[in-house]
Structures are given as structure tokens and as C-alpha cells.
């Protein structure tokens, strides 16, 4: 069985898209846009931000390029969502191949990193300027900016934005096309929400001449989620340098979530753990990412496998020697959890390093007692197949002590009814822990988890929005450990059927499937 193995094929044809692209230094004219810009987060020596580039006629638009200079200074970073270039201080951003497209009325955004305290300016959009009022008006207000959530409760989320210069009449606090407020101060808090609600908002400043444009969108959740057993239950799959990896403080305040499962550590060389097998587990892209998480409020468990590379599994020498590779990458970071991703033969269908594994997580479990063990393994979809069987069956026999085991019910040929599929596979698992260990069904369930694909799968395997949601709500019923998904990089729309790095394969709203998987 393969398991998510066209990873490295679909970040080959990324690739080879990218470098196509990347061929076209500017796109064709196109019609009017604006694009606005806003702070995501601050720190000492530097912001993340992100412009939202709006489609404000009635025609659409096929391409878009943004640009602007930064102030001496300040140099750009790590950016996503388009192609960015910098000649000095000028930066230009050009439209990715999936967000390229504006219909009448819609927005894209892309975010990047800035090493320096100033903000862009004479910033342009398709040649004409970035803000502008009222759809072309110029006697309407500008556009504002600076819009930020200030905080939140379990019924309410508080607004607050930048002042806008000239003649303004007032402010509108809009939530889609809805009005939910209308006020002349550049503040406001919205009530009556429901607990654990996901919401957007853009704020537009108005005179007797007309509204501008709205600005860019801050998301916020309300308090008062509940559900899983631990806020660690639901931690979606990121993959920091591949598929256009999104910045980690986005989707946090876009979705609620609190938790990534980081993938891939693998072998650097013999035992020795490295991010992808080649960087170092404290640099580049990988750590960054984890730092940025928990600046942000939030946590991350790292994976250690995967399909593809080189593993661990098979490079250390001993069940010791492995426990010793786990203790580095969890010394490393001062985990609360680690994910072990047993997909391929050289692993999973390997009987002395599956028993090398599991006596490593034993050894790691008896050294970190607080330390929370989970191994993450293909399925049919009936439950485990005769290796998946034999792992939790030597888990037992060996005393490993795992605290999870996780299923992946895709790629499997499940056919068109993933949910039932799913629960299959699941109640299957369910069965096979119950005879390994003499467990209770409620004591089964606390000891497993899921780990789905979102939209279209390898094999082309269906998960919409609504299929993931009856998932969770099944799994949350029963009190599962882990609820999560491959992964966060293809959470964005891209109708077509095509299964690539960056986005889903079926249409979907942006970051859709992490809402629904905050909500466990």
C-alpha cells in the first residue's frame, strides 16, 4: 500500500510550474484592482504582513502584480502566496498559478516577512494605485488600514483599525456583506456571537461621496472550545518548505488552531536526526516555523518518518540508539509529544525495525514520563492490515507503552463513501487494540486517532468539508486522542481534480478543513 508517496511528485510538478512561471517577469495588463495592506505581527526587529488584493469591477481579472518599496532599512524576507522579487528597495509580487484569477467582487492575499520596522509605500497594483476610494470615486475616503483583532470572548470579538485622512463621515465594520457595525470612531467591539465561532472581518470608511474600499480581512475565533482530551488532540500536518507553505500566525488567528504536527525529521546521515535529512534540527525553515507558533500561543508536535527519505528507523543501529535520536529532537525543542510516521516497507514492513521502533518509545517513554507517544500507520479500509495488526500486537508485547495509534484512512481505495469508509477502518483499529491489549471499546478509542487527506487524495479519494466534519464529530463522540490531516500546506482551494502540494483539489473556503479540525 502507498501512502501519501506522491509527495516528492507533486512538489516536483510544483516545482516545475514554479520555474515556468517564474519565466513570466510580470503578467499581462489587467483590469482595475486594489490591494491592502496589513500587519499580521510585530516584534522588536521586524513585522509579518500581508496585502489583500481585491478584484473592484465588474469584470474579472486574470493576473494581478503588486508592488511597492520598503524604506531604507528594512529588506524582505520569507514571503508565500505569490512570486516576490526585490531590485533595491522595490519589491514585486506576482500572482501565483492558482490565485491568479479574480472574479467581480473576490480577493486573494499573500503574506511575506519583513527584517526592519517600515511599511510599505508607493505601493501599486496592475500599474494603478493600491488604495483609492469608492470603487473609482475619488472624492470617497481611502481605504483603511492597520484593522486588528484587539481580543475576544466567548460571545464577542473586539475591532480596532487605523484613522483614514480627509473627509470621512464614519466607519463600516462588515462581516461578508453584512453590516455589523456602523460608527464614527475606529473601534468596536461585535456581540452576540456564539462560543467557539470562526469569524471575518473588513471595516470601509464612508462620506456623502461614497464608501471606499473595504480593507484587508482579520479573522478572529470567540472563546469556549471544548471537545478532544487535550488542546494537542487536534494538530493538523505543516510542512515548512513545501507545497508554499502558509505563515503559521495566519491560519492560527484565521481558524483557532493551536497545534501543528511539523513534519519530516529524518536520518541527517546514520542516527543523526535532521529536518528533512538535511537541515539542522535548530535552523532554517523548519525551526523558524516552530518558533513562530509558539510566539503565537501555540505548540507543535514533530513527526519522524514519513514515505519519503531516508529514515532513522532503519539507520540506527539499536532500539537504544534510536531512543537516542528521539531524545535529540525532543531535547531539542522541549516537547510535550512526539509523532512517529511508520509508512514505508523500509519501516512498516520491516519486522526488526518495527520492534526497534517500538522498544525506542519505550525507552523514550520510561526517560520523558510525561512525554506523550504516538505512531501514525496506513490502514485498510476494514482497520489494520497484517503489519498494522503486528505492530499493536509487539506494542503490547513489548510493553512500548504508546499512547496513540493513528490511522491514515486514505489512499486505500476507499471509494466514494469516505466517512463510512473511515469509521470502518477506525472501528477495524478499534478491534485490533481491544485484542492486542484486553481493552475496553472506551479505553480502545482514547488510544487511537485519525489522520485523514483533505479534498482529493493520491488516488483520488474524496473528503469534502462536510464529509471531514461528520469524521470529527464521530471521533469526538468517542473520545479519540488524535484528530488530524495531510495537511495545512493543501488546505486552499483549487477546483479541477488535481492533487498538488498547495491546495486541495476540490473547491473549499481557505483554511476550511483547520477550522473544522480547532473545533475537536
Not at 276 to 286: E, N, V
Not at 467 to 472: G, H, S
Amino acid at each position: 500500500m502507498k501512502l501519501r508517496s506522491p509527495r516528492a511528485a507533486t512538489f516536483a510538478v510544483a516545482l516545475v510550474a514554479a520555474l515556468v512561471a517564474a519565466a513570466v517577469v510580470t503578467p499581462p495588463a489587467a483590469s482595475a484592482a486594489t490591494a491592502a495592506f496589513v500587519r499580521t505581527s510585530s516584534w522588536g526587529s521586524g513585522y509579518e504582513a500581508k496585502f489583500t488584493v481585491t478584484n473592484d469591477t465588474s469584470a474579472s481579472i486574470s493576473s494581478w502584480n503588486v508592488q511597492f518599496d520598503l524604506p531604507a532599512g528594512s529588506s524582505l524576507g520569507t514571503f508565500w502566496d505569490a512570486r516576490l522579487t526585490t531590485s533595491g528597495q522595490h519589491v514585486t509580487a506576482v500572482n501565483q498559478s492558482w490565485n491568479g484569477t479574480l472574479a467581480p467582487g473576490a480577493s486573494t492575499s499573500f503574506g511575506f516577512v519583513v527584517s526592519g520596522t517600515g511599511d510599505p509605500t508607493n505601493c501599486t497594483v496592475n500599474g494603478g494605485a493600491c488604495t483609492g476610494g469608492g470603487g473609482g470615486n475619488p472624492s470617497a475616503p481611502a481605504t483603511p488600514g492597520g484593522l486588528r483583532v484587539t481580543g475576544t470572548t466567548t460571545s464577542s470579538v473586539a475591532l480596532a483599525w487605523n484613522a483614514v485622512g480627509g473627509t470621512v463621515t464614519g466607519y463600516r465594520v462588515y462581516e461578508g456583506s453584512t453590516v455589523r457595525a456602523t460608527l464614527t470612531g475606529t473601534s468596536t467591539t461585535v456581540t452576540g456571537l456564539a462560543a467557539c465561532s470562526a469569524h471575518s472581518y473588513t471595516v470601509a470608511a464612508y462620506n456623502s461621496s461614497g464608501e471606499s474600499a473595504k480593507s484587508a480581512p482579520v479573522s478572529a475565533t470567540t472563546t469556549g472550545c471544548t471537545g478532544g482530551n487535550a488542546p494537542m488532540a487536534a494538530a493538523p500536518y505543516l510542512y515548512p518548505g513545501w507545497g508554499d507553505p502558509p505563515a503559521p500566525s495566519t491560519v492560527m488567528g484565521a481558524t483557532g488552531i493551536k497545534w501543528f504536527t511539523i513534519a519530516f525529521v529524518l536520518s541527517g546521515g546514520g542516527c543523526t536526526p535532521a529536518w528533512d535529512g538535511t537541515g539542522p534540527l535548530t535552523g532554517g525553515a523548519h525551526a523558524s516555523t516552530i518558533a513562530a507558533i509558539r510566539v503565537a500561543g501555540g505548540d507543535v508536535i514533530p513527526s519522524i518518518g514519513g514515505w519519503s527519505g531516508n529514515k532513522l528507523g532503519p539507520n540506527c543501529s539499536s532500539a537504544s540508539a534510536l531512543a537516542g535520536a528521539y531524545q535529540q529532537v525532543i531535547n531539542a525543542f522541549g516537547l510535550k509529544a512526539i509523532d512517529i510516521d511508520i509508512e514505508n516497507s523500509d519501516e512498516f514492513e520491516n519486522e526488526v525495525v518495527q520492534d526497534r521502533i517500538l522498544g525506542a518509545l519505550k525507552i523514550v517513554k520510561q526517560n520523558n514520563p510525561g512525554l506523550k507517544t504516538i505512531i501514525t500507520f496506513g490502514t485498510s479500509t476494514t482497520g489494520p492490515n497484517y503489519w498494522g495488526t503486528r505492530l499493536i500486537n509487539r506494542a503490547a508485547a513489548l510493553g512500548a507503552n504508546i499512547d496513540t495509534f493513528t490511522i491514515m484512512p486514505f489512499d486505500f481505495g476507499g471509494g466514494a463513501n469516505m466517512y463510512q469508509n473511515t469509521v470502518n477502518a477506525a472501528e477495524g483499529l478499534k478491534n485490533t487494540l481491544k485484542t492486542a491489549f484486553g481493552w475496553s471499546d472506551a479505553t480502545a478509542y482514547a488510544h487511537m486517532g485519525i489522520s485523514g487527506m483533505n479534498g482529493l487524495s493520491d488516488q483520488q479519494e474524496l473528503t469534502s468539508p462536510a464529509t471531514w466534519t461528520q469524521i470529527r464529530d464521530w471521533a469526538k463522540a468517542r473520545n479519540l486522542s488524535r484528530f488530524t490531516f495531510w495537511s495545512v500546506n493543501r488546505d486552499r482551494p483549487c477546483p479541477g481534480g488535481g492533487v498538488v502540494s498547495n491546495c486541495s483539489g476540490i473547491a473549499q473556503n481557505t483554511w476550511e478543513f483547520t477550522s473544522i479540525t480547532a473545533k475537536y
